[in-house]
């Protein structure tokens, strides 16, 4: 939103966004499956036993399905170039979202750092790099799979959650539809205008938070711990959740904390001013 004009049809960018990674989603998910059942036959194993999730999917299957698509060691050579080009791309792609998505919401939040944002985007590069320095070293893929399990899924479930029922609930369904049409000068053609209102106050309001509250549900249920040996013994800081833990629960307090402050300056001023302080 902070490099996104004014007037522009961010309905429209999201409809496309939201197609084109579920589509992709959905394509490489058939490319993937198709070519662990074609290892699990070859090896008469059951799929669940070819590899786990996680990396194992890219650095496992992709090459055993880029070394089987032509007899020709050129043509797999090509596609595997291609492949983890496209791959580390994305990676570098995804940090620097990453990385801006952070420096935008600090200068946002704070205007008078805005003639430091060099600074703030090297302090946010160096605090990432060494976050993920032990993720390189030898055991480093323990940490990895901590990361993975903790705070890729349920932290963005929760989070989406929270955002939905403050915006939907807190600002109000239909406050925020009049800002869309009054910032768009459209409306999704599908939808008759005339339930415009009721279609999304019911979308936001009740369907999407149950929806999530299910699937975080789910989540917390179906979640395996990671159960990890470092010579003979048991990776405590992951088996009794000391990195678990705060992954899980300082992003939701980060969250609670601005929605207090937000509040606090609608109705208390005093409160505010305390509230900044600590």
């Known amino acids: 939103a902070s490099f996104s004009g004014f007037r522009n049809n961010v309905i429209k960018d999201t409809s496309v966004i ?86 935008s919401f600090v200068t946002d939040y704070n205007p008078i750092l805005r003639n430091k944002r060099k600074l703030i985007v090297f302090v946010i590069c160096l605090l990432m790099c060494v976050a993920g320095l032990p993720m390189v070293t030898k055991n480093g893929i323990y940490f990895f799979d901590i990361v993975d399990t903790y705070a890729s899924a349920i932290n963005l479930v929760i989070l989406a959650t929270v955002e939905i029922v403050f915006i939907a609930w807190v600002y109000g369904s239909n406050r925020f539809i009049n800002d869309l049409r009054m910032m768009t000068n459209s409306w999704p053609e599908f939808i008759p205008e005339k339930f415009n209102y009721q279609y999304f106050s ?42 678990a833990v705060p992954l899980l629960i300082i992003p939701v307090l980060i969250v609670i904390y601005h929605v207090f402050i937000v509040i606090m300056y609608h109705f208390n001023p005093v409160l505010l001013h305390l509230g900044m302080i600590l």
Do not use: C
């Not at 929806?211 to 179906?222: C, K, M, Y």
């Open 202 to 243: 019911v979308l936001w309001r009740f369907l999407v938070p149950i929806f999530n509250t299910f699937l975080l549900g789910q989540l917390l249920i179906q979640m395996e711990l990671p159960k990890r040996e470092f010579w003979g013994k048991k990776f405590a800081i992951s088996n009794y959740g000391w990195i």
């Open 18 to 103: 939201v197609m084109a990674d579920t589509l992709t989603s959905v394509f490489g998910a058939m490319i993937v499956f198709m070519y662990l059942g074609s290892m699990a036959h070859t090896l008469n194993v059951d799929v669940n036993k070819v590899v786990s999730a996680g990396p194992g999917l890219v650095f496992i299957v992709w090459p055993e399905a880029m070394a089987k698509l032509s007899n020709s060691g050129w043509v797999n050579a090509a596609f595997a170039i291609t492949f983890f080009s496209m791959l580390y791309f994305m990676g570098v792609s995804s940090m620097i979202s990453l990385t801006e998505t952070i420096a």
